[in-house]
C-alpha cells in the first residue's frame, strides 16, 4: 500500500513541477519532473530490485539527461499530454466498436452485476463522452506548443486537463445518484475502489 501511494505521489507531482518549472521560471525543475515520472511508473520494478525494471529506468534517464543537455528537454514535456490522453481514448474508444461491450458498462456489470436496460444506455453514453473528452484534450494539447506560449500550453495541459477530469468525474457521479435515485450506488470512495480493480483492458 505505501509503495502504491508513493508511485502514486511521484507521479502526481510531475503536471505540479512543470507548471511551476514553466510559469515561475524555474528551469531546473524540467529536468527534475521527468525524472520523478519515471521513478513513479518504475517504482515497484525498482523497489521488487527488478534487474529488466533498473535497465529500463536507467536508459529512461540518460535519455532525459541527453535531452536536458541538448536544450530539448521541452519538447520533451510536450508528449505525454498527448500520448496519455490518446492511450485513454484507444482504451475507452475501442470499446464502443460493434460487438463490445462500453467500458463504464462493464465495470458497472463487473462490480454490481446486470445492469438496468436504462442504465446501460446511461453508461454507454458515458463512455462516449469520455472519449469527445480526451479526443478535445489530445487536440489543444497538440496545437499550443505551437503557439510558442509554454505558459499556456501548461495552464491548459497541466492544470485544466486535470480540472476537467475532476469535475467530470466528481459532477457525473452525483448526476447519476439523481438520475437514477432508486439505484444502489456505492458511496464515493467505494466507487473509486471498483474502477481501480477494474481490468481497462479487457
Known amino acids: 500500500m505505501l509503495n502504491r501511494v508513493i508511485a502514486i505521489a511521484l507521479i502526481a507531482a510531475y503536471p505540479l513541477l512543470v507548471h511551476i518549472a514553466l510559469v515561475f521560471a524555474v528551469p531546473q525543475l524540467l529536468f527534475i519532473a521527468p525524472m520523478l515520472f519515471l521513478a513513479g511508473v518504475c517504482w515497484q520494478g525498482l523497489g521488487n530490485r527488478n534487474k529488466t525494471v533498473w535497465l529500463v529506468f536507467g536508459l529512461l534517464c540518460t535519455a532525459v539527461v541527453l535531452l536536458e543537455y541538448l536544450g530539448l528537454t521541452l519538447y520533451l514535456l510536450f508528449l505525454p499530454p498527448i500520448i496519455?490522453?490518446?492511450?485513454?481514448?484507444?482504451?475507452?474508444?475501442?470499446?464502443?466498436?460493434?460487438?463490445?461491450?462500453?467500458?463504464?458498462?462493464?465495470?458497472?456489470?463487473?462490480?454490481?452485476?446486470?445492469?438496468?436496460?436504462?442504465?446501460?444506455?446511461?453508461?454507454?453514453?458515458?463512455?462516449?463522452?469520455?472519449?469527445?473528452?480526451?479526443?478535445?484534450?489530445?487536440?489543444?494539447?497538440?496545437i499550443l506548443p505551437w503557439l510558442e506560449q509554454p505558459e499556456l500550453w501548461s495552464w491548459f495541459t497541466n492544470i485544466i486537463n486535470y480540472g476537467v477530469v475532476g469535475v467530470l468525474f466528481v459532477g457525473e457521479f452525483m448526476l447519476r445518484k439523481k438520475l437514477f435515485p432508486t439505484h444502489n450506488h456505492p458511496g464515493f470512495f467505494e466507487y473509486l475502489r471498483i474502477i481501480a480493480r477494474a481490468n481497462i483492458r479487457s
Open 84 to 142: 496519455i490522453p490518446l492511450l485513454l481514448l484507444f482504451i475507452f474508444g475501442r470499446t464502443l466498436l460493434n460487438g463490445r461491450e462500453p467500458l463504464i458498462t462493464a465495470i458497472g456489470e463487473a462490480a454490481r452485476g446486470p445492469l438496468s436496460q436504462a442504465m446501460r444506455n446511461y453508461t454507454h453514453r458515458l463512455t462516449q463522452l469520455w472519449c469527445i473528452v480526451f479526443a478535445v484534450m489530445i487536440l489543444w494539447s497538440a
